[in-house]
């Protein structure tokens, strides 16, 4: 019987693999990725070997071996690779070779079989005891079983091995355990392997990473400082050392990032937290200077001015914006994030009602992630000239990928006809949409929206408690849904526990709060109100805050700082129905 091409190539290979001192069993697939402690993860990419090869064990190539060999690679071949897994770990048990050890590994790896592959790299490991790919392989997959106490041993040579590659090690160290359940036993096996190297700062880090990924900030903050010592200079440290204080307090955060700026002056990273922070907090001021220093020092850096001109879009410093927005086109025309930028350039000129403009830059928007919500934009120009079928035809006439771009145009269309007012139509096409499409979260909740502009308030409650249920951490959904029981009924204790759930999902929310001193003032508890509104307005002085805040100050006798806030909203939003409800009900 003559054999096939194929398996002459297979024969060769077979033949140079088990005779020769330097040839290597041929690879057919790249590692793949774990996800369960079932399954094993590929090892980091090791440092190349310098050295010649392990000594191999003596080794006939025996029928019996040969055809062990070919029935491997055939189920390869077909995809059945649970067979060839079993069959090499049999081949690797037998030969105790290195390099059929190294293939069996990557087939039981690539067949998800755990514990063949444990013993596959373990004799891998025998074979070659001083192949770090081999250590590493080995140590990934006993991480990725679960036995991380095995593993220590594994860890320790990893980081003796080489202290060039130290360092970098403990750098990967997380990603390496990230599978294991068990986060604080991670943190506590990473604190000892660091104690074995007290003067790497990147061992203080992996110590302070796995602290916060345990749930152990004090045990984070301490580990970056640590590290912090032994390297001041490391802005990779200070910026973890940032964003965990941030998580406790956003000025502690801006205090420590203040101090390592007067120290590091050019640490960008850590610069550009502290314009988020300061953004964040409402700080135009210090935020205007700390840009103005960043720009400085980086007066040719694309991504600074992309940075930057996003922030000032988040302040609403629309020439400020648009300054920055136009600097990352001139340094990088043909960027990855130059839609990103255009589209945000007719967002800029959209709000300094410079309607032309602003379409012109949408226009340009080419397809891909900006491209849809570009064309969202258009239609909602086009609406406000009075172009409202041509707005419709824009969006009806666009091909969505998928779901969730025909979630977007529905949203796009009933956004195009709330604003002109046809709340009715509105209605009807996400009823149409929800019929199509039951229990999509977002289309839900523009439902019930609709629904309430419409005085159907049995279809705002029975759509929003739909919602909660399919997403019980929707903190919109908990507010909404208490701010129209507390706004249009009188159940005013079932509007304060929905909106209390939604200030414990999102308590910094500027409109979650305005809800909570809404509900509060039904309640006739003024001063709790009051206190709430004005947070909220300090936030975000939107008119509808202003409005309510206003009214709970005006019934307190505060009629004069009512009015100032009345009277600066109006000049800021003179078409706002709620606002100047408020103010013909107080005012006229």
């Known amino acids: 019987m003559t054999l096939s091409r194929a398996l002459v190539c297979i024969l060769a290979c077979a033949l140079a693999a088990l005779q020769s001192g330097c040839a290597q069993v041929p690879a057919k697939e790249s590692p793949p990725q774990a996800a369960s402690a079932s399954q094993v993860e590929p090892a980091p990419k090791p440092k190349p ?46 030969t105790r070779d290195p390099r059929i050890a190294r293939r069996a590994t990557a ?87 660091a104690a074995l190297h007290p003067t790497v700062p990147e061992a203080h880090l992996a110590v302070a990473q796995a602290a916060w990924n345990a749930g152990q900030p004090d045990g984070a903050l301490a580990g970056a400082a640590e590290a912090l010592k032994l390297r001041p ?54 935020a205007r200077r700390e840009i103005q220093a960043l720009v400085k020092a980086h007066p040719e850096d694309a991504a600074v001015a992309l940075t930057v001109g996003l922030l000032a879009v988040q302040m609403t410093e629309w020439p400020l914006a648009e300054t920055h927005l136009k600097r990352v086109l001139d340094l990088d025309p043909a960027g990855n994030s130059a839609d990103t930028v255009r589209f945000y350039l007719g967002q ?20 891909g992630e900006q491209y849809l919500p570009a064309q969202g934009r258009i ?40 604003d002109t007012k046809a709340h009715k139509e509105a209605f009807d096409l996400l009823a149409q ?51 129209t029981l507390a706004d249009r009924t009188d159940r005013f204790q079932e509007a304060l526990v929905l909106i209390d759930q939604a200030l414990k999902l999102a308590p910094d929310d500027p409109f979650i709060q305005d809800s909570m001193g809404w509900v509060l003032y039904r309640l006739g508890r003024l001063p709790e109100a009051q206190a709430y509104l004005q947070k909220a307005f300090d936030r975000r002085p939107d008119p509808e805050i202003a409005a309510h805040l206003g009214e709970v100050l005006w ?34």
């Not at 970098?168 to 599978?179: G, K, P, R, S, V």
């Not at 707005?391 to 796009?412: K, S």
């Open 433 to 483: 949409a929800l019929q199509k499409l039951p229990d999509t979260p977002e289309l839900l909740y523009d439902y019930a929206m609709a629904a309430e502009k419409v005085d159907r308030l049995d279809v705002v409650e029975t759509s929003l408690r739909r919602l909660i249920e399919l997403r019980p951490d929707h903190a919109h959904a908990y507010n909404a849904l208490g701010y």
């Open 555 to 588: 019934v307190q006798g505060q009629h004069d700082e009512a009015r100032r806030i009345w009277k600066g909203a109006l000049a800021e939003h003179p078409e706002n129905e709620v606002l100047r409800a408020v103010l013909k009900k107080f005012l006229q």
């Open 107 to 193: 087939v039981a790896v690539q067949a998800r079989q755990g514990a063949w592959a444990v013993e596959a790299a373990t004799i891998w490991l025998q074979a070659d005891p001083t192949s770090l790919q081999a250590r590493q392989t080995l140590a990934s997959i006993l991480i990725s079983s679960g036995a991380l106490q095995d593993v220590r041993p594994h860890l320790e040579m990893l980081l003796t091995a080489d202290p060039a590659q130290t360092a970098q090690i403990f750098l990967q160290m997380n990603n390496l355990l990230a599978h294991h359940a068990d986060k604080a036993a991670v943190a506590g096996l990473i604190k000892e392997l």
């Open 233 to 286: 200079d490391w802005e990779l440290a200070a910026l973890f050392r940032m964003q965990v204080l941030q998580q406790r307090s956003s000025t502690e955060a801006a205090t420590f990032g203040r101090s390592y700026l007067r120290s590091h002056p050019g640490a960008k990273d850590i610069r550009l937290n502290l314009v988020r922070l300061l953004v964040a907090d409402q700080k135009k001021n210090e």
């Open 348 to 367: 800029v000129s959209e709000e300094q009602k410079r309607a032309d403009e602003a379409l012109q830059w949408y226009r340009s928007v080419m397809p």
């Open 49 to 94: 070997e310098t050295k010649s090869g392990p000594a191999l064990p003596p080794q006939d190539l025996t029928p019996q071996l040969l055809y062990e060999y070919l029935l491997a690679e055939m189920a390869l071949s077909r995809q059945e690779i649970g067979l060839a897994a079993k069959v090499y770990v049999e081949l690797a048990r037998k």
């Open 379 to 418: 239609a909602n120009l086009l609406a406000k000239q009075g172009k409202v079928a041509e707005a419709r035809a824009l969006l009806q006439g666009q091909q969505p990928d998928n779901l969730a771009q025909r979630v977007q145009l529905t949203q796009f269309e009933a956004a195009i006809l709330r």
